[in-house]
């Protein structure tokens, strides 16, 4: 399995705090570090300086890491428009060397739209759709050739699709827990099927979806990488785990019962029965981007199941 840090910097943290959490991600030998989207705090709360562009941050950690993977969980379709965005993550690519992962979806916080002007479409499943028709099209066109299409909600004519990222094809998420369209994305365009936050039975239920859209378009399901986003919170001790629940806000049982929350043995379990559900990556959601112990009692636990 691989582990990723998963991290929400719109909750207040500013670029050189974000830095110097991919820094101990990649020293502790995990394999990706990755941000959420969003531009404004969720909750109550000190904003302290504000949130930050995740393609902007993810350009400067690409020249300050050298080794884990960085990418979106996920960016929103009404940010950006596709054109630009196959631009940005390709730019931000080649200066990983080859390390970048687009995750992509809807958009779904509605409250950071109005404070920022953003337009917030009531249906944007469709947006979805075309974004990644075109991100993955502009991506895979031949060098010297052109791409055009013709959508509901985008166009392109004669694209010179540039420019392109150093990966031979950048690595696309798509997740979520719908029961039909989203599956049908992820077998269509993705390279990773993502569900977040969720117990093992509706893991278990989300991946068996993905597999048969996979089957249905005839496609090796083999093929997509299968993964899950869990908020994590562990302790030596139950005392020590109490005390990080507290400092990250949520209910000590229900981290124990839908997440990956309890003492060091609890979460191995847990990681046990999501790797035979078939999870090839886990996210590991952090909020206390400043508790490096925690940090390094994840990469302790987690270095049996890689």
Not at 227 to 235: I, K, L
């Amino acid at each position: 399995m691989e582990f990723c840090i998963f991290t929400e910097p719109q909750q207040g943290y500013d670029y050189e705090e974000l830095l110097a959490s991919a820094r101990l991600t990649e020293g502790l030998g995990f394999d990706g570090w990755f941000r959420s989207d969003h531009y404004l705090r969720m909750g109550d709360g000190d904003p302290g300086p504000g949130s930050t562009d995740a393609w902007t941050t993810l350009a400067g950690l690409a020249r300050e890491t050298t080794r884990i993977r960085l990418g979106t969980l996920v960016s929103s379709v009404t940010y950006r428009v596709p054109g630009i965005l196959a631009i940005q993550v390709a730019q931000v690519d080649r200066m990983s060397g080859g390390r970048v992962e687009l995750g992509l979806g809807t958009g779904w916080f509605e409250e950071e739209h109005r404070a920022y002007g953003i337009p917030f479409p009531a249906k944007r499943f469709g947006l979805l759709e075309e974004q990644l028709e075109i991100v993955t099209g502009l991506f895979a066109t031949p060098e010297g050739g052109t791409f055009d299409f013709h959508g509901e909600h985008y166009q392109l004519h004669d694209s010179p699709a540039l420019p392109k990222p150093l990966q031979s094809r950048v690595p696309v998420i798509v997740g979520g827990g719908g029961p039909k369209r989203t599956p049908e994305l992820a077998a269509r365009f993705a390279t990773e099927f993502n569900i977040g936050f969720v117990p093992d039975d509706e893991v278990r239920a989300a991946f068996d979806r993905v597999r048969e859209a996979c089957e249905r378009l005839d496609r090796d399901p083999s093929t997509l990488k299968l993964s899950v986003a869990q908020p994590t919170v562990v302790g030596e001790t139950e005392a020590e785990f109490l005390r990080r629940a507290d400092q990250f806000g949520g209910d000590p049982e229900q981290l124990r019962a839908r997440n990956l929350g309890g003492t060091r043995a609890e979460v191995e379990d847990r990681l046990d029965r999501l790797r035979e559900l078939g999870a090839d990556r886990v996210y590991l959601q952090q909020m206390a981007l400043d508790d490096s112990d925690h940090l390094a009692l994840i990469a302790d636990l987690t270095r049996a199941f890689r």
